[in-house]
Nanobody, 119 residues
């Protein structure tokens, strides 16, 4: 079992930056692919970014490519999402997710952290 706890959300002005963190429990963290998703009320949850267990491959949605960066520190059991040039449409609850090695689904989810981009 893996528990995920997100932090770092908040209110930021358009054009600003935030860095989200997701702390994971469990010694098997380094074997999990990690991802970030977001959901606005009334909309479906959407993929934002993911990173392989080794950290050598990252993937981004077109809407955040070039503005967001996902990274991980396996020694700290933590994955990050650096968000730059934030836009009002980035406003959402951001969720961290983990996929076990070899799994084709996201097995674990955090509780989410609110990001609001507004002037």
């Amino acid at each position: 079992q893996v528990q995920l706890v997100e932090s770092g959300g908040g209110l930021v002005q358009p054009g600003g930056s935030l860095k989200l963190s997701c702390a994971a429990s469990g010694r098997t963290f380094s074997t999990y692919a990690m991802g970030w998703f977001r959901q606005d009320p009334g909309k479906e949850r959407e993929f934002v970014a993911s990173i392989r267990w080794s950290g050598n491959r990252t993937y981004y949605s077109d809407s955040v490519k070039g503005r967001f960066t996902i990274s991980r520190d396996n020694a700290k059991y933590t994955v990050y999402l650096q968000m730059n040039s934030l836009r009002p449409e980035d406003t959402a609850v951001y969720y961290c997710a983990a996929a076990a090695f070899g799994s084709n689904t996201w097995n674990y989810w955090g509780q989410g952290t609110q990001v609001t981009v507004s002037s």
